[in-house]
């Protein structure tokens, strides 16, 4: 599910990770591999594809190039980067 489709009190006590607090000084291996792969272009998607890859490595951390495309296309991103974005998340499974 999509953050900005739920209200604040579907997650009324529970535990939410943002992309702040993912990482406060930008280190954790997605934000890394992120650079490394110079995924972003204009940034807009940026956010939503690294939790939705946090939530994805979390659950499966050695995900298969289809399991990753099926994922990672859920979100959209509109400068088409998502080879960069499919790799980002291969290095980030390799480095975790
Ligand atoms: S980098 Fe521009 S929308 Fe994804």
């Known amino acids: 599910m999509f ?6 009190g579907d997650v009324d006590g ?8 993912l990482s406060p000084d930008g280190t954790h291996p997605l934000q ?3 650079v490394a792969e110079q995924v972003p272009q204009c ?4 956010s939503g594809h690294i939790m939705r890859a946090a939530a ?9 190039r289809d399991e990753i495309k099926e994922e ?6 509109r400068c ?11 290095r980030a499974a390799s480095q975790a």
């Open 14 to 21: 529970a535990d939410v990770t943002t992309i702040e607090g």
């Open 3 to 8: 953050s900005c489709q739920m209200s604040v």
């Open 80 to 90: 088409g980067t998502y080879n960069r974005i499919f790799k980002a998340v291969e």
């Open 43 to 46: 940034g807009y998607c940026q």
């Open 32 to 34: 890394k591999a992120r």
């Open 56 to 64: 994805l490595l979390s659950d499966n951390p050695n995900p298969t």
């Open 72 to 77: 990672m296309s859920q979100n959209l991103c």
